[in-house]
């Protein structure tokens, strides 16, 4: 066999070992054994986060994206750190110091990771419990090795430092899948600026439109949520930002300063129908909504932005 040959083999035994690594992980997504636990746990996650300023922080509806995936880099930055100090002699102090910044900058990562995770879909959620475990399991080992070094025993805390990498990685990959594959946490919402041309487009007779109730129409290619309260018609993109929800068959309600808005009714995330901004997560990104008018007792839409 010729060296080009031998190559061609070996690139593609890395790629059946990645593709197994990547079944193993779209198995777990359909590992329904976990859904006892999952139903426990994000019920009691609901139960004690009562919608308000506490969850939307959380959510990170405050910073226009979740919260927890940028909190992330605070622990794994800290770890992977110290783990590269551990190699080099005379920096204990400074490996200590930084195993304890990713235990403090753990915390609310945690927090807004579950925060998250008790407004996603099952398969994510099967994949999210695992990770959790995993991540939860690096924490404790670097409690532990944390404690160690305060005790003067270094070797005993590098150890489970590198223990504590290992699982974090594992745990980390997870996330990737979560973030990357399941796509939890991006905007679910249609991409109007893709799919809708520019300019105004006939949408429907304004007077087949019911007053105060929601109702959904197509424009093309995309789902749209109409109201009209009388005179004036709001139309958001109706697939939720979220996770892709239904926004026509939500509830109506309004905000504190009396504006309209619309509740998903898959998580409660709850947007304006002026603008499509957000009031209430788990969404964190904006609600694509339409410019209106009514031309000869036709409605037309123009998309924003």
């Known amino acids: 066999m010729n060296r080009r040959s031998s190559n061609i083999f070996r690139r593609g035994s890395r790629a059946q070992a990645s593709q197994r690594l990547a079944d193993a992980t779209e198995t777990l997504e359909r590992a ?38 940028p909190l992330t880099d605070v622990p794994i930055g800290c770890w992977m750190s110290s783990a590269i100090l551990d190699l080099m002699p005379g920096t204990a102090r400074a490996s200590q110091a930084l195993v304890a910044a990713g235990l403090a900058g753990a915390v609310p990562t945690v927090l807004t990771g579950i925060a998250d995770w008790s407004a996603l879909h099952r398969e994510q959620q099967r994949v999210g419990l695992v990770h959790a475990s995993a991540t939860a399991t690096a924490s ?73 109730w929601p109702v959904h129409r197509r424009l093309g290619y995309i789902s749209l949520f109409v109201l009209r309260e009388g005179d004036e018609i709001n139309v958001l993109a109706d697939r939720c930002s979220h996770l892709a929800g239904p926004l026509h068959q939500g509830r109506v309600t309004t905000d504190d300063n009396a504006e309209t808005c619309i509740v998903c009714p898959w998580h409660g995330s709850t947007f304006r129908v002026r603008d499509g901004s957000v009031v209430h997560g788990p969404a964190t990104a904006r609600q694509p909504f339409f410019e209106t008018r009514v031309t000869d007792g036709v409605v037309q839409v123009r998309p924003v932005g």
């Open 32 to 69: 329904r054994g976990l859904d006892r636990t999952i139903r426990v746990l994000s019920t009691a996650v609901r139960r004690t986060l009562r919608p308000g300023p506490l969850k939307d922080t959380l959510h990170g509806v405050p910073f226009g994206h979740p919260a927890h995936t």
């Open 140 to 212: 404790m080992l670097y409690s532990a090795s944390l404690a160690a070094r305060y005790q003067g025993r270094d070797g005993a805390g590098k150890a489970f430092g590198f223990a504590g990498l290992t699982v974090l990685l594992g745990g980390a990959y997870l996330g990737g899948h979560l973030a990357f594959r399941q796509a939890a946490g991006a905007s679910h919402a249609d991409q109007t600026s893709h799919l809708v041309a520019t300019g105004w487009h006939d949408l429907c007779a304004a007077e087949e439109l019911p007053d105060g």
